[in-house]
């Protein structure tokens, strides 16, 4: 895993667990282990970050649902 991704799997950690208002790029570098300054090699700013998260988020879901629905032909049920 590269440090993109690191950064990226701290910051929905930290969503998780603080909430989004309370996540700082320091806590995100700390929780990734990268320096303070390596953020900024992938990101510009928290919002940008954020929507990566986000899109990543979507695109996992989306190819969970369609795998889902091609194994037996029927959408996931609540549980």
Same mark, same amino acid.
């Given at each position: 895993?590269?440090?993109? +991704?690191?950064? =990226?799997?701290?910051?929905?950690? %930290?969503?998780?667990?603080?909430?989004? +208002?309370?996540?700082?790029?320091? !806590?995100?570098?700390? !929780? &990734?282990?990268? @320096?303070?300054?390596?953020?900024?090699?992938?990101?510009?700013? #928290?919002?940008?970050?954020?929507? &990566?998260?986000? #899109?990543? &988020?979507? =695109?996992? =879901?989306? @190819?969970?649902? &369609?795998?889902? %629905?091609?194994?037996?032909? #029927?959408? %996931?049920?609540?549980?």
């Amino acid at each position: 895993m590269g440090k993109r +991704q690191d950064i =990226m799997d701290a910051t929905l950690d %930290l969503i998780h667990e603080e909430g989004l +208002q309370s996540v700082t790029f320091s !806590k995100i570098f700390k !929780k &990734a282990d990268v @320096g303070s300054g390596t953020i900024y090699n992938y990101f510009s700013n #928290k919002e940008e970050l954020v929507n &990566a998260v986000y #899109k990543e &988020a979507r =695109m996992l =879901m989306g @190819g969970i649902y &369609a795998t889902r %629905l091609r194994s037996d032909g #029927k959408p %996931l049920r609540a549980v």
